[in-house]
């Protein structure tokens, strides 16, 4: 069998979650790995036992030796780098954001039609057993029709106004932060499991700490500050967020995100209300489904593959008892999209696609405007 290789743009919380999630896969080998700074990627390879490090990004998507390109970078790179990678004819796993802006996002979702290589954004709640079996329930119909979604994505890890990381600063992260870190995650994941694209949103948007202390030196996501030198910087992105959205089917629904909510560290939940039901997940309990009924007793459905539908079952790697969480999901994001590159017939990808990426960054652009406005914005379908 020939084994794939890969190379992993990046060191930091998402490039690490990649690379132990591939080394998960039996069919792929990383064989090159890429930071702005070559001692960190000298570092990661030597642990890892990855034979490349380059200091130099392009030099590693020209490699002929790697086929596959995880862009784990800064958001303000996904950019360039995604499109040195379409443009280089290899196939790309993107972190979210896809690009900077939507009409960045648009470029690289028609270029990425012209190209024969898959190409995917790493929108990862998709791909946990429970969310598959909801949209497999739901898209029975047997529950009727969908009216309501209700839920959130709240964090504490930027509580303080001493809490600062790249990802303060627009130049690098965007000019939207909770809506476009963590917001894009419950747009994307409720769209999937519902079928059904948001297409309206009304906003309301809030700083909490418009100055923050930012540390003299660099400080990781999700990183403590430990240092004492510190300056004041004026924060022009949001701390939380409520979005109305209205749905293509007539549906509505509202999400919360929040990073400065203490003692939330990744509640990442929603509510599916129908006419007979209503279905509700949590992250942080990622492997029980709650079902509620009005004239009978509610239920909860356990992860195991022995009482899930054949897809969801697909995604559950051990029997019911053994939990399987936020690892277990990504590896199944990975599985998918390599499955695809392979060319693996026999299942249907359920990634998302550049696509989907690129409407996902029209989507933060609409509520930035409805909250600068307070009006309801339409999603553009540019």
């Known amino acids: ?105 648009h470029e690289l979702q028609e ?42 994505y709240v964090q504490d890890w930027c509580l303080y106004d001493t809490d600062y990381s790249w990802r303060m600063d627009p130049d690098k992260n965007g000019s939207s932060r909770a809506v476009a870190d963590i917001g894009s995650h419950w747009c994307d994941t409720i769209q999937y499991v519902t079928g059904q694209k948001i297409v309206e949103v009304f906003a309301d948007l809030k700083t909490v700490h418009p100055v923050r202390k930012k540390p003299k030196q660099e400080v990781a996501t999700f990183g403590a500050n430990q240092s004492d030198e510190t300056e004041d910087v004026t924060i022009k992105t949001e701390d939380y967020g409520s979005v109305l959205v209205h749905f293509e089917d007539g549906m509505h629904g509202v999400f919360t995100v929040s990073q400065v909510s203490p003692g939330r560290k990744n509640k990442f939940y929603f509510d599916i209300t129908t006419e007979h039901s209503t279905f509700s997940w949590d992250q942080e309990k990622p492997n029980r489904l709650w079902i509620g009924k009005r004239n009978e007793a509610n239920q909860e459905l356990v992860k195991d593959p022995g009482l899930l539908s054949e897809g969801a079952a697909g995604l559950a790697h051990y029997p019911g008892g053994h939990p399987e969480g936020w690892p277990d999901g990504l590896k199944n994001l990975m599985i998918d999209f390599y499955s695809t590159i392979e060319g693996n017939k026999g299942r249907e990808a359920s990634f998302a696609t550049l696509e989907d990426g690129h409407r996902i960054m029209l989507l933060i652009e609409a509520i930035l405007v409805s909250d600068q406005s307070k009006k309801w914005v339409k999603i553009s379908e540019r």
């Open 1 to 105: 069998m020939n084994r794939m290789k890969a190379g992993i743009i990046g060191t930091g919380f998402s490039a690490m979650s990649h690379l132990e999630a591939v080394k998960r896969l039996p069919n792929v080998d990383v064989v090159a790995i890429a930071s702005s700074q070559m001692e960190k990627a000298k570092s990661v390879a030597e642990h890892y036992n990855i034979k490349k490090a380059y200091d130099n990004v392009s030099d590693m998507i020209q490699d002929p030796d790697v086929e596959v390109i995880h862009n784990c970078s800064s958001n303000q790179l996904h950019y360039p780098f995604n499109r040195e990678v379409l443009e280089a004819g290899k196939h790309l796993l993107s972190e979210k954001p896809l690009a900077m802006n939507a009409k960045e996002s």
């Open 111 to 152: 270029l990425s039609k012209k190209t024969g290589s898959v190409s995917a954004v790493c929108f990862n709640y998709r791909h946990f057993p429970i969310v598959h079996e909801m949209k497999t329930q739901l898209g029975t119909g047997e529950h009727g029709r969908m009216n309501l979604v209700y839920g959130g």
